[in-house]
């Protein structure tokens, strides 16, 4: 069975400075997505970052990258000039479509607070 | 383009009680999915719908169903609703099976009292 584990409950940054999510998943599938999504209060998931497995190189997306260690099936999110708009909860998430069956596994979240 | 419509915003039922939420997908998109989101579950996959076919289903009992209408609406239904069953249901749409995006609502809010 695919799981995804995030081990931070809880984290905190301040404003402008840098913090890195944890993310670790395991899957026996060779062609697969992962995500990190982003629910702030207003409850709706906002997809913040998206990485094909088969991509060796990291994605971007202006202040969001992720550092995607495929052997260690490690997918961390790093958030670089944190703002208070980027306090939410993340999540981190893997897509694997197998035998006709797709799939989007969620971690269990980082509630992340962004301090002025 | 309007995003995912999810209604009601909020719901209080009692034990026992049925419930229906409602989703209305991105237009053009063809494949609705429903999920329960807990704080101590997280988030759960219930199931999808392409085309008005149920194609994936989550582990929960036959209590939950849903359905997907013509135009890509779908309903999820929740019958004898129990004091567990409170959470936040996400409705998320995407153009068709194997594409990987999904697009969320922001959810209906059912409290079971």
Redesign the interface.
């Known amino acids: 069975a695919q799981t995804v584990t995030q081990s931070q409950p809880e984290m905190s940054v301040q404003e402008a400075e840098t913090v890195t999510l944890s993310c670790t998943y395991d899957t026996s599938e060779s062609n697969y ?1 992962l995500f990190w ?1 982003k629910q702030p209060p ?6 913040v970052i ?1 990485q094909e497995a088969y991509k060796q190189q990291n994605a971007t997306e202006n202040r969001f990258s992720v550092n995607f260690q495929k052997a260690a099936k490690s997918f961390s999110l790093k958030i670089s000039d944190s703002q208070l708009g980027d306090t939410a909860m993340y ?1 981190c998430a893997c ?1 694997i ?1 197998q035998g006709g ?9 980082t509630k992340l607070t962004v301090n002025p | 383009k309007a995003g995912v419509t999810q209604t009601p915003r909020y719901l209080i039922k009692t034990r026992g009680q049925q419930v229906t939420l409602s989703c209305s997908p991105i237009s053009g998109h063809r494949s609705v999915s429903w999920y329960q989101q807990t704080p101590g579950q997280g988030l759960q996959f219930l199931f999808e719908y392409f085309s008005e076919t149920q194609r994936n289903k989550g582990n929960f009992p036959g209590r939950f169903s849903g359905r997907q209408f013509s135009n890509s609406r779908s309903e999820m239904n929740v019958s004898t609703l129990e004091l567990g069953d409170s959470a936040l249901y996400l409705c998320a749409s995407r153009v068709g099976t194997g594409n990987e995006k999904l697009f969320f609502g922001s959810g209906t809010q059912l409290s079971v009292l």
């Open positions: 997505y999504y207003s409850r709706q998931m906002i997809l998206r999540f897509y479509s069956s797709e799939k989007l596994v969620f971690g269990k979240g």
